[in-house]
């Protein structure tokens, strides 16, 4: 097993406002308005530590909220528990103003795999950014 820490990054470029695509980021709580694959079973209030959990089909996730920052608009946040392989997660998503309605999501993670290749995580990951980058820009389209 290997402690090398794995990144995915997933950054586009969307049509909507950024501040319009952070108020929705930043509701920790709210994660099913772009993620709707999942289901919100408990909420973290969006208290700075407090955590929420996430349940798709009879997996569930919990997920603590490490921080808020406006003046950068990014969100950190780490998986605590899930039925995933690998460990030491902690992501974060980062909305940047283009201007003329336009905005970047930059949305990153680091972890550590636990026995698998990095082909196998990796896609999956990037899927789960990529639906919620897609959910973004049609919720504020």
Request: hydrophobic share 40%; glycine share 6%; proline share 4%.
């Amino acid at each position: 097993m290997s402690e090398q820490k794995t990144t995915v990054t997933v950054s586009r470029d969307i049509t909507a406002p950024a501040e319009a695509v952070w108020a929705t980021i930043r509701d920790f709580d709210a994660v099913t308005s772009i993620l709707p694959m999942f289901e919100i079973i408990a909420k973290s209030n969006n208290t700075v530590g407090g955590t929420r959990q996430l349940k798709q089909g009879e997996a569930v996730f919990t997920e603590r909220l490490v921080g808020n920052d406006d003046a950068t608009r990014t969100q950190r946040y780490s998986i605590v528990e899930a039925p995933v392989p690998f460990r030491d997660y902690l992501g974060a998503i980062t909305v940047k103003d283009l201007g003329n309605n336009r905005c970047n999501v930059h949305w990153t993670a680091t972890f550590i795999l636990d026995g698998v290749p990095e082909s196998a995580v990796t896609p999956m990951v990037e899927g789960i950014y990529n639906t919620g980058i897609d959910s973004l820009a049609k919720l504020h389209a």
